[in-house]
Structures are given as C-alpha cells and as structure tokens.
C-alpha cells in the first residue's frame, strides 16, 4: 500500500509570495491533516479535512487556508508568505476508527527568503 | 484546551541502559500516540493507547497510559544507537478533536 505522499518536496519562495502544497493520502484514508513543524514552535496543528469538510482549525491567520477534494487530496495554500512561515509542513491521513492513527507524509520543507 | 509535556526534553544515554520518557497532559485525552522522527525526516507512529493502564510493547520500547495521573510514559530497555531519534507524544481530547504534540524528546544513544 502506497504511503503518504506530499508534493513539491522542497520550495524556496521570497517573502509575499503564495505557495500551495498537495498532500495525497493513504488510499481508503478520509481524513488529512497538516502540521507545520520548526525548531522553535514544534510540531503545530493547522487544520484537519473529512469528507472535503474542514473538521478542526488550529491557530494560524487567514493566510492559511487548505482544501479537500472528493478523492480525498487536500491541498494547503499559504499567501502572502512571511520569513517565519519557513518550515516543515507535514500532512498525515488516517482511517476513520477506534485508534484514528495518523500516518504521515514526508513534508514539505519550504523556504521563504 | 489540551497540553501535553514531555521530560526530558533531550535525553543522553549509553548504550544498554534503561531510561524512560514522561508525557503529561492536562485534560482528559481520548487517546495517546507516540511517533519517532530522525533527524530530517518525517514522523513515525509507534504505539496508539486507548484505555487506562495500556500497555504495549515493540522491541526494546514499551509504552503505558495511566489515564487518571493524565501520564504516559515510554520506557526504554538496554538502549542501542539505532533508537536515536525524538521521540512525540501526542493526545487528543475527544475522538473528532485535532491532535496536539508534546514538545519532543531528542534521545542521543552513545556508544
């Protein structure tokens, strides 16, 4: 079974560019979250998608936005980028049931100069 | 809203000692995960506890939930380099809800 894969792998963008990110999860997996993760916050989390429906939001500002299709990829779009949006964005998909548990992609290490 | 901790937050061992890793957490928790993730790449699911007093075990690392001193623990057995990694713990308050991470346990094995 494929894993979880996560497209481009690495991006270098200059400040007040936007980015989008694309996260393919496991076949059968419905729900898929992002995380960004950087030395000095950790890993945090950004939102979660069920079923095309966003289903939790963490903290982050309206730059952040994400999207789910019906085939379950989801895409993450950040605008307007900022230096400290430099990091590692992480997706995990999991299969609706008792253990819920995340399996996860291999980032995205995005780069804002 | 939920938080988790871990001590210690970096953890030098030698090769062949016993350690363990504590994860608090300050609501209740649906559940409780722990990942692995070297140095550079992504993170790896190790176990998933569900109930009080769980216990589960794979090669030389074995993981526990006390659900009512809000506490997990992984406890390392006679340590060898290839477990050098940080090591996540994770929990989430109701099953819908988003998953919080702790802020990691950077484990350095020395020969």
């Known amino acids: 079974k494929a894993g979880v894969t996560q497209t481009p792998r690495y991006l270098i963008k200059t400040r007040g560019q936007q980015v989008t990110l694309s996260c393919s999860p496991i076949?059968?997996?419905?729900?898929v979250s992002w995380y960004q993760q950087t030395p000095g916050q950790g890993l945090q989390f950004l939102f979660e998608?069920?079923?095309?429906?966003?289903?939790n939001k963490g903290n982050f500002p309206g730059r952040f936005s994400g999207r789910q299709f019906s085939n379950s990829r989801s895409e993450m779009n950040v605008s307007t980028l900022e230096l400290g949006d430099s990091a590692l964005y992480l997706c995990a998909s999991s299969f609706p049931s008792s253990y819920n548990e995340q399996f996860f992609g291999p980032g995205t290490r995005l780069t804002v100069l | 809203e939920l938080k988790v901790e871990q001590n210690p937050l970096f953890l030098s061992m030698q090769e062949g000692k016993n350690y363990t890793i504590y994860c608090n957490y300050s609501?209740?928790?649906?559940?409780l995960y722990w990942y692995r993730q070297d140095p550079g790449k992504s993170l790896e699911s190790l176990f998933v506890l569900l109930s009080n007093g769980a216990v589960k075990q794979e090669g030389r690392l074995m993981a526990s939930l006390d659900t009512k001193a809000r506490l997990s623990t992984l406890h390392i057995t006679a340590a060898v380099h290839d477990l050098s990694a940080t090591y996540f713990c994770?929990?989430?308050?109701?099953?819908?809800?988003?998953?919080?991470f702790g802020p990691g346990t950077s484990l350095s094995v020395i020969p």
């Open positions: 998608y069920f079923s095309e429906t966003q289903r």
């Open positions: 994770a929990g989430v308050k109701t099953s819908y809800d988003k998953v919080i």
């Open positions: 609501t209740t928790s649906d559940r």
């Open positions: 076949s059968g997996h419905r729900s």
